[in-house]
């Protein structure tokens, strides 16, 4: 998990209440990633950002939202929009768009 | 379409035994393949990538693995499994075309050696 922080491990939420999740790396790495992990549905992509100031949504963005004001960071807001949040969020880094991609420790969210 | 196959969720293998977790896939051009491991509540672990060269793709902690590209195949291997090996393994692949930007993962294939 070296290099990348996740924040808090655990969440807990109202159902109708927005959040936000904090990632930080200090990898120096360009490109930040956010996942969602199911159990045994694997991790599905929600937002990826290649440079500072700019984004793109994954496979699952409907009812999130990211950011990417620093090369550092790249929080993810969990929206009231998003239908089923209790899941467990990985963020990832990586040097450059197509090198291997390294994983902070995740943060565990349920929504009641 | 890209894709990866892991068949089976749950592999058991006695401490000591050569252990394999298999993986195929399916993507446009040429693949990079990476093998990931995940102990309980914790993040993804890089163990491993094949991008081109020796087909035979040496990692962490005394892994292996093979890409086999007539076959779509990228097997994780270890010639003897310990108990610490136990774990889940996730397989993933992206397309080397330029502008693929995802990476797949597969549903990933529960480790367990048994002492």
């Known amino acids: 998990d070296g290099g990348i922080t996740q924040s808090p491990k655990y969440l807990f939420r109202k159902e109708g209440q927005n959040v936000t999740l904090s990632c930080e790396q200090n990898?120096?790495?360009?490109?930040m990633y956010w996942y969602r992990q199911d159990p045994g549905q694997g991790l599905r992509l929600i937002y990826y950002s290649q440079i500072v100031n700019d984004f793109q949504k994954g496979d699952i963005a409907e009812g999130y939202s990211v950011s990417r004001e620093k090369k550092e960071s790249f929080p993810l807001t969990v929206t009231s929009a998003q239908k089923n949040p209790t899941a467990f969020y990985l963020c990832?880094?990586?040097?450059?768009?197509?090198?291997?991609?390294?994983f902070g420790p995740g943060t565990r969210l349920t929504v009641t | 379409a890209q894709s990866v196959a892991q068949p089976e969720d749950q592999v058991n293998v006695a401490e000591g035994n050569p252990l394999t977790v298999k993986c195929t896939y399916s993507v446009s051009g040429n693949p990079y393949l990476f093998w990931y491991v995940q102990y309980p509540n914790r993040g993804l672990q890089f163990l491993l990538k094949?991008?081109?060269?020796?087909?035979l793709v040496k990692g962490s902690y005394g892994f292996e693995a093979e890409f086999n590209k007539s076959q779509t195949s990228f097997h994780l291997k270890k010639p003897s499994a310990l108990v610490s090996d136990s774990a889940l393994y996730f397989c993933a692949v992206r397309s080397g075309q330029t502008g693929a930007n995802n990476l797949f993962f597969g549903t990933g294939t529960r480790l367990t050696v048994i002492p």
């Open positions: 094949y991008i081109t060269g020796d087909n």
């Open positions: 990832a880094s990586s040097l450059r768009q197509l090198t291997e991609q390294y």
């Open positions: 990898l120096n790495h360009d490109a």
